[in-house]
């Protein structure tokens, strides 16, 4: 079974940073893209930031030069690394694998104070 646990979440104040992970279970991970989307109340889920298999990565405008993702294969985990955070970064985050895109795990909050 397929499964993904996100953590790292938590209140941060504006300009501060976050390290979110997302562990991953019940298949190898390695051969997979991986993303994190973002979801606040109402809205659409949107794609924050993917890392292909090689380790190539594309962000959305909005978060790029602030947030950067990353992956270790051999601990099924993938990073995101958030850096100079701002109150509309304020979302629920969820990791997702490409190849088992059905697959979500339960989120993190990310909440950023101005």
């Known amino acids: 079974q397929v499964q993904l646990v996100e953590s790292g979440g938590g209140l941060v104040q504006a300009g501060g940073s976050l390290r979110l992970s997302c562990a991953a279970s019940?298949?190898?991970?390695?051969?997979?893209?991986m993303r994190w989307f973002r979801q606040a109340p109402g809205k659409d889920r949107e794609l924050v930031a993917t890392?292909?298999?090689?380790?190539?990565?594309n962000y959305a405008d909005s978060v790029k030069g602030r947030f950067t993702i990353s992956r270790d294969n051999a601990k099924n985990t993938v990073y995101l690394q958030m850096n100079s955070l701002k109150p509309e970064d304020t979302d629920v985050y969820y990791c997702?694998?490409?190849?088992?895109?059905?697959?979500w795990g339960q989120g993190t909050q990310v909440t950023v104070s101005s």
């Open positions: 890392i292909t298999s090689g380790g190539i990565t």
């Open positions: 997702n694998a490409l190849l088992y895109s059905y697959v």
């Open positions: 019940g298949r190898t991970f390695s051969r997979s893209a």
